[in-house]
């Protein structure tokens, strides 16, 4: 049978997996020889069969009793004996800190006999013994049975009646608790349990129901904590510290988790158990007040505070109690942090000599830099918020709201700056989201055509808020309250969380991201900080990383935030504005000369855009897929144009007429599933080649250009070979070298990747379209339909849009890289998705064996810094 119950003495700081945060660090306490009151812990295995079978497992209750009876003996006193009693708490602890998700019942063992032994150890202090009584009653009846927290508090406060809690007196508080008593008789049917150990069963039962409560699965979800985990409970002989004016609880940081500064941070307060501190009924004193009042404790404080830093070599979070002048700890944990503080104090570990540069490196996360390089809204009570929608891409933006794409891009070429309103975005936006400084749509989640794009570009991006009107043939926006915006007004969109201003936020500007744009010098400390955790994540990685980027502009910035050559150039980025009339003739073309002539005219301008980027890269690989999408999206949309004709009648242009068939000829049910990718390469003759002739003779001009030609949507080996050779030819007869691969996005092309190595000099997956080709959904409208409902039901943990779905869409991956590397050992393998700046989906690439990520330009420090610590987790391994 397993053993479900540890003694405090029995555990150590290691078993967080198995004891929980709490119940592991109370023993390493107690074995460091600090001040603990004795306890035991009960796993987080006995949690989980609870939650899987209904009940306590069997022999938990009888290791519970017996570990109770030697705590017993080891005070003197038994669980709520009516003369001197013992008193427990209950507390719940996961492995993961969850402040306040769980449940904590003080003060167990009391009853209307035990107060009068309790009052009596106290020294006759019977209104500290009617104070527990009463806080045990309200809050055993609120998390242990239920019962609405506002009953209590109601009757509190109107007993009360405007004084302090220290105002009442004994009596008051007695009979407080019989009209707490009478609450949970009337709310549950049942008297107040007067059975000590009925008490403590019941409350052990309650914090493992906990785990399951509502917001303990939100946080879990939004810290993505694995939700088998269980939460271990810890059963703690009390101390009080609301005996009196000598006693007290606080909290205390060993330094400022808010900056990172070394320093005495925390709060205390006298006569007052763990719950008022949080609860904010009192206004706390300062940590440093304390040395005033009890300067013994104080001291005794300070030195635990310093040994406990030096021994966990971290930030630490710790809770006390102050009972009658006598100090004893109730708590520590690695505590938590904001960003800047986590590479402050990692940088200030390494200086110290507590850690080193490896685990200065493992202390701070992509997500956490991420935020670093957001500019934010400076703190501003006078805001005036409109709506909330999704925090689709970080940052703060503020301009002027336009209502379309030329709007945007007018105003901005004045110098201004303009926020780009709309209900929805789409290719033809694109433009007006570059010249804007961020975007706001009523429809739409985070992988929306409006968020993915922002997000390469770092762009500020605030999607699907539901409640605005978006007129865009009014110009202009209702909110709710009446609000009305229109076009001109100011606004500020908040990308890191969903909110929309109406007026001017001011901006705050982010010194890390004008450190890797090289405008910022190392004087500033958290950017010394910065800068010597990724000088050392670079040292450390394996995979590369490069960029997304589609022009010579995004290319020299991908540059200066360390890119290591580009992953993804989309060409038909470039067929856009003006360019698409050349698109449109290319589509009407009825004999092979016109469609010659339309290419040709092309071919020119997609040479300049590649020399261009060439330049940018400087010799640094640039891997160009070739044109992808259907073509139907750079023709007009077919109801604008059918009603276009259809008014005109017979004064309708005949190129109206021909561009109506042409669109109706190319009109698909589901156009990313049709006429697409390589297929385009097959069926239209000479586009292809083209683009490759482009290519080359871009290659020609720009000496040690390193070009990678890379086929979209191939399947099957057959689709590839026929592209390949029309493009070896024309880089022969041009006499350029360049890798010929494709992107693996569909699923069977992952299958068959053995076969398509034979033709393929490289992979770079695409792990937008193959997730959604995988999982069968759109990403464009799945998200707002349905996966708030699968992140509820435990479907998702994450979007799988968002983190690389492992276990389907990986498996492929991993399949497709064996596969591939066995036919073709030196296969060159790298991800251009979404997912190439994702910190856990790097961690991912970095197992399965690729060389590089891919990813938006803002991401690239992300990225190198994950892949930095995805080498330090796997000891620095070479999967392949």
Known sequence: MPKYVYDFTEGNKDLKDLLGGKGANLAEMTNLGLPVPPGFTITTEACRRFLADGALPPGLQEEIDTHLGALEGRMGRRLGQADDPLLVSVRSGAKFSMPGMMETVLNIGLNDESVHGLAKQAGGNERFAWDSYRRLIQMFGKTVQGIDGELFDEAFEELKNGRGDLDLDAAELRGLVETFKGIVRAE????????????????????????????????????????????????????????????????????????????????????????????????????????????????????????????????????????????????????????????????????????????????????????????????????????????????????????????????????????????????????????????????????????????????????????????????????????????????????????????????????????????????????????????????????????????????????????????????????????????????LADADDERERALAALEPLQKADFIEIFQAMDGLPVTIRLIDPPLHEFLPDYTELSVKVALAGDRAEAKDRRLLAAVKRLHEQNPMLGLRGVRLGLVIPGLFAMQVRAIAEAAKEVPGTRAEIMIPLVGAVQELEHVKDEATKILAEAGVEALVGTMIEVPRAALTAGQIAEAAEFFSFGTNDLTQMTWGFSRDDVEAAFFSRYLDLGVFGVSPFETLDRDGVGRLVRLAAEEGRRTRPDLKLGICGEHGGDPESIHFCHEAGLDYVSCSPFRIPVARLEAGRAALASGGSDTR
């Open 188 to 587: 549950t049917g049942h008297d107040f349990p007067a059975d000590p150990r009925e008490q403590l069963r019941m409350a052990i039962t309650a914090v493992f129901e906990s785990w399951n409560a509502p917001r303990a699965i939100l946080y879990r979800r939004q810290e993505r904590i694995p939700a088998d985990l269980g939460t271990a409970v810890n059963v703690c002989t009390m101390v009080f510290g609301n005996c009196g004016m000598d006693s007290g609880t606080g909290v205390a940081f060993t330094r400022d988790p808010g900056t990172g500064h070394q320093g005495v941070y925390g709060d205390y307060l006298q006569n007052a158990q763990g719950e008022d501190v949080v609860a904010g009924i009192r206004n706390t004193m300062s940590l440093q007040d304390l040395e005033g009042i009890d300067k013994n404790s104080y001291d005794e404080l300070m030195r635990i505070m310093e040994k406990l830093e030096n021994h966990y070599r971290d930030l630490c979070d710790i809770e006390f109690t102050i009972e009658n002048g006598k100090l004893w700890m109730l708590q520590t944990r690695v505590g938590k942090r904001t960003a800047g503080a986590a590479f402050r104090i990692a940088v200030q570990l390494v200086d110290q000599g507590l850690i080193d540069l490896d685990e200065a490196v493992n202390r701070v996360t992509g997500d956490q830099l991420a935020q670093l390089m957001f500019p934010r809204f400076a703190k501003d009570e006078t805001r005036t918020r409109i709506t909330k929608g999704m925090n689709a891409s970080p940052g703060a933006a503020v301009g002027k709201a336009v209502f379309s794409s030329e709007r945007a891009v007018e105003l901005a070429a004045r110098g201004e700056d303009v926020i780009l309103v709309r209900r929805e975005t789409n290719p033809d936006d694109l433009a007006g989201m570059i010249a804007a400084r961020g975007v706001l749509t009523s429809r739409g989640g985070k992988t929306s055509h409006a968020a993915v794009v922002a997000r390469g570009m770092g762009k500020t991006c605030v999607c699907g808020a539901e409640e605005l009107e978006v007129s865009t043939k009014e110009r202009r926006f209702t909110a709710p309250g009446g609000v009305e915006v229109a076009e001109g007004d100011v606004i500020s969109i908040d990308g890191s969380t969903g909110e929309v201003f109406l007026g001017e936020v001011p901006v705050v500007a982010s010194p890390v991201v004008e450190y890797f744009e090289g405008s910022c010098a190392e004087e500033d400390e958290l950017v010394r900080a910065v800068h010597r955790v990724m000088t050392h994540a670079d040292s450390l990685r394996r995979l590369a990383v490069r960029a997304n980027a589609d022009n010579a502009e995004d290319a020299a910035r991908a540059r200066r935030f360390g890119a290591q050559g580009i992953g993804l150039c989309r060409t038909e980025h470039m067929f856009l504005g003006e360019r698409r009339r050349l698109v449109e003739d290319l589509v």
